[in-house]
């Protein structure tokens, strides 16, 4: 079983949907919390970074943690086709790990106009 | 942009090769991550740098090696290339020895032959 799950997609919505992707997460020890947006053919970008259970919010974007059940989830509000990219979440290993950061698969999202 | 960049974009080799993957981290940066994206396999953790020592170790091969410099840029040296080397090879770089905001490079296409 890996670490971090979430469901590839393909996701497909149409303009002004609202999008909810998720991940579960097995490792008790990761207590920070990131959601990544990466376009074809670039590099993943950070979206959203948090920490705490609860909700944060950032313009269309809600960064959502619940680690009672080690489920995160991420929503999208009003959607863009500009937002049609892949969503990667990621929780740092912390301890001794140091940075590394252990991804989910990423879903594929797609917003049609 | 994020301010990290990566040389060459693209690299196509033949099996049992050597390549040479570099990058240079954001101004200021002392942390440098190694990440190996591929579709069955997703964005996989292989090594991070700090200051020009090795900090943390992921799945990384015995035929994958990195280093950092003295000018903070790091390499990433593939050898003994296989089919099933041929990924996304992104670098991330950081401010600090822990964990906190990874910035992305653009990524190198590699192929083997």
């Known amino acids: 079983q890996k670490e971090v799950e979430q469901d590839p997609g393909p996701l497909s919505v149409p303009e002004g949907a609202i999008v909810s992707l998720n991940c579960t997460y097995s490792n008790s020890a990761f207590q920070y919390f990131m959601w990544y947006r990466q376009y074809s053919r670039k590099g993943p970008e950070l979206l959203m970074y948090t920490y705490s259970s609860g909700n944060k919010e950032d313009g269309r974007f809600t960064a959502q943690v619940d680690k009672s059940s080690k489920y995160i989830s991420l929503f999208i509000r009003d959607s863009q086709p500009s937002d049609s990219a892949t969503y990667l979440c990621?929780?740092?290993?912390?301890?001794?790990?140091?940075?590394?950061?252990?991804f989910g698969q990423g879903t594929i999202l797609t917003v049609h106009p | 942009d994020s301010g990290v960049t990566q040389t060459p974009k693209h690299l196509i080799t033949a099996t049992g090769q050597r390549v040479t993957l570099r990058c240079s981290p954001r101004?200021?940066?002392?942390?440098v991550y190694w990440y190996q994206q591929s579709l069955d396999q997703g964005l996989q953790f292989l090594i991070q740098?700090?200051?020009?020592?090795?900090?943390a170790k992921g799945n990384i091969l015995e035929r994958f090696s990195a280093q950092q410099f003295p000018d903070l840029h790091s390499e990433l040296n593939l050898s003994s290339l296989e089919l099933g080397d041929s990924a996304l090879y992104f670098c991330?770089?950081?401010?600090?020895?822990?964990?906190?905001?990874?910035?992305f490079g653009p990524g190198t296409r590699l192929t083997v032959l």
């Open positions: 990621a929780m740092p290993a912390g301890g001794t790990s140091y940075g590394k950061l252990t």
């Open positions: 991330a770089s950081s401010v600090a020895r822990r964990t906190d905001t990874q910035y």
């Open positions: 740098y700090y200051n020009g020592e090795e900090r």
């Open positions: 101004s200021g940066d002392l942390s």
